[in-house]
């Protein structure tokens, strides 16, 4: 490393592969709660398994964000972190409040939890995705704005790049639209309004940021191409990514109640949100080809060219499938939108983190050139197995989309199909769906073992002076 104080990115993406452990361990039983009802029933229900199914999702992802710009910022900026103590303080705070969260979530009746909280002093809990007790929303919030303080402390004080530049703005919307979780107004069409400020603009605007910016700086170091050129391509990118991100907030109107010219903005804006991503897909390929060194952390390069080709295909392709208007009549609601929220998280923010973790967990561990060979290729066994499996995740989720369409809202008959015997109808998909499940769980596994296998790669001669000068 280059700085000692990066060493604190490293409980972050640690705890974070844990919690990314226990969503999918969720995830599994979710699945099997999709074909046997009564599973787990009445210890966990089907509606607190999909809780924490999402919220270890959301919190696990910044973890991983939160660790890659710890270790990011002070090699960009060229200066040590400004306080590596309360980088320490905001960890444990995070950790211990989305720990506890969890467990209320888990051995505490929901209504009890918001009484027990005091929910009703600022009532905020209730709401998908935002279920979190509104002490922990304010925890969140304090987390946020001291991490923010230490980032932009650091940067202040160093380099100035266009790379940190970017993910700052990122975080700075991130904490920003974060307040927006506290606002919980009577009417629903206002409250779905600003919900969509949190949901949509973090994952679908300031989130992008933040991925193009880790992206960026993982292949300015294992490429070697001038950081100009990279900064070009960002810039281009993320203009891009803002300006069909946040008007392409309107595909998420068509059903709550504003005025009807959202249904033409959500539609077009929302139809060019692929673009970001296809454009993330040309860079990272054109980087890879004219890399001026090999760099020795093959696993990395294959978790950049993943990230982008299965952002495009996830959060562009199948985000595309049920944008416009017209078609969201018949899809809103159904598995199609599963198939995208699927691919389109694990590509987009799932392979990033597994992609700066890839490439700066070696180094913290004192192997600056990446893990040994054996590591290596047990690591991207890993990457295949999971990615493969999301892929037919996806396929069957849209096929059981498709069909519960047909059933339930297309029929040839003229009689539509009630919601629960059309369930039954495509429980085969549902099956798959759990099988494919259980490899990438197998493919989780395998990638978490490649941690422990000792020795580092070698760095020949030939390469070995270009891929030592600063980027």
């Not at 229900?45 to 919220?55: K, L």
């Not at 070009?232 to 991100?245: E, F, S």
Request: aromatic share 16%; with cysteine.
């Amino acid at each position: 490393m280059k700085y000692e104080s990066q060493r604190v990115a490293m409980p972050y993406f640690i705890f974070a592969l844990i919690l990314f452990a226990g969503q999918i361990l969720f995830g599994l039983i979710l699945g099997l709660q999709y074909v046997v009802g009564d599973f787990l029933f009445p210890e966990i229900p089907f509606n607190v398994a999909r809780m924490v199914h999402t919220n270890l999702l959301i919190v696990w992802l910044l973890f991983g964000f939160m660790g890659a710009t710890y270790y990011l910022v002070p090699e960009e900026a060229q200066t040590e972190l400004y306080s590596p103590l309360l980088a320490w303080i905001l960890f444990w705070v995070f950790a211990v409040a989305g720990t506890l969260t969890i467990l209320g979530y888990l051995f505490v009746d929901y209504a009890t939890l918001a009484d027990v909280t005091m929910n009703k002093l600022l009532p905020t809990m209730g709401r998908e995705f935002l279920e979190q007790p509104t002490i922990t929303k304010i925890g969140l919030a304090l987390v946020f704005v001291g991490f923010l303080f230490n980032i932009l402390m650091t940067a202040l004080k160093g380099r100035k790049t266009v790379v940190n530049i970017i993910l700052i703005t990122g975080l700075i919307g991130l904490t920003v639209l974060w307040m927006f979780s506290f606002y919980n107004p009577e009417n629903l069409t206002t409250d779905k309004y600003y919900w969509w400020f949190v949901i949509h603009m973090w994952v679908e605007g300031v989130w992008e940021l933040i991925m193009g910016a880790i992206l960026a700086f993982v292949l300015i170091k294992i490429t070697g191409v001038d950081r100009e050129v990279i900064e070009k391509w960002l810039y281009i990118i993320i203009a891009m990514a803002l300006i069909t991100g946040i008007i392409g907030t309107g595909h998420h109107f068509f059903w709550i109640g504003p005025s009807e010219y959202w249904l033409w903005l959500g539609s077009v804006f929302g139809a060019l949100e692929p673009l970001p991503f296809f454009m993330m897909v040309l860079f990272a390929f054109t980087m890879i080809n004219r890399r001026k060194r090999n760099h020795p952390n093959k696993a990395a390069t294959l978790w950049a060219m993943g990230t982008a080709v299965m952002a495009f295909l996830g959060a562009g392709v199948w985000g595309f499938l049920h944008t416009l208007a017209p078609v969201n009549y018949y899809t809103h609601g159904s598995q199609i939108t599963a198939a995208h929220a699927h691919m389109a998280f694990y590509g987009a923010y799932v392979m990033i983190v597994l992609t700066i973790i890839s490439y700066a967990m070696p180094i913290m561990r004192g192997r600056p050139y990446g893990n040994s060979n054996k590591a290596q290729v047990v690591e991207m066994w890993g990457f295949w197995l999971m990615t493969i499996s999301m892929v037919f995740i996806t396929l069957f989720l849209t096929g059981a989309g498709i069909l519960q369409i047909w059933l339930q809202r297309m029929p040839e008959s003229g009689e539509a199909l009630s919601f629960m015997v059309t369930q039954d109808k495509i429980a085969m998909f549902y099956w798959a769906r759990l099988t494919a499940g259980c490899f990438f769980s197998v493919g989780l596994v395998v990638y978490l073992c490649s941690f422990f296998i000792k020795g580092q790669a070698s760095f020949d001669d030939e390469v070995r002076g270009p891929a030592l000068q600063d980027a």
